[in-house]
Nanobody, 116 residues
Framework: QVQFVESGGGLVQAGGSLGLSCAASGRTISNYAMGWFRQPPGKEREFVAVINWSGSRIDYIDSVKGRFTISRDNAKNMVYLQMNGLKPEDTAVYYC?????????WGQGTQVTVSS
C-alpha cells in the first residue's frame, strides 16, 4: 500500500506558474511509473502526465505540452509537476498515482485555481 500527499496548489492568475509536489509513503515508488491526474469542476478525472521509473520516458496530454513538466526524485520518494503558462482551463484538483492507476492509492489532491 502506498499513500500519496499532494501539495503546492493555490490561486494564480492566468499566465502564472505553480509547482506541485507528490510525497509517497508506505513503500518505495522507484519501481513504478507515476502519473499526475486532474479533475476539473463538474468533470471526470483525467490523465495529465506520466513518467516512467527512471525518468527516461515522459508523456503529456496535448493541452499541457510545452507548459507542464513532470519529474521525479526516487531517492526522496517524490514526484513533481511544474506548471507554467497556466490557463483558466487548468483549474482542477490535481492528484498523483502510480500509472496504471490503483484506485485505492488516491490521495486528497491539491486544488489549482487559475483566474482569468
Amino acid at each position: 500500500q502506498v499513500q500519496f500527499v499532494e501539495s503546492g496548489g493555490g490561486l494564480v492568475q492566468a499566465g502564472g506558474s505553480l509547482g506541485l509536489s507528490c510525497a509517497a509513503s508506505g513503500r518505495t515508488i522507484s519501481n513504478y511509473a507515476m502519473g499526475w491526474f486532474r479533475q476539473p469542476p463538474g468533470k471526470e478525472r483525467e490523465f495529465v502526465a506520466v513518467i516512467n521509473w527512471s525518468g527516461s520516458r515522459i508523456d503529456y496530454i496535448d493541452s499541457v505540452k510545452g507548459r507542464f513538466t513532470i519529474s521525479r526524485d526516487n531517492a526522496k520518494n517524490m514526484v513533481y509537476l511544474q506548471m507554467n503558462g497556466l490557463k483558466p482551463e487548468d483549474t482542477a484538483v490535481y492528484y498523483c498515482n502510480v500509472h496504471p492507476i490503483r484506485e485505492n492509492y488516491w490521495g486528497q489532491g491539491t486544488q489549482v485555481t487559475v483566474s482569468s
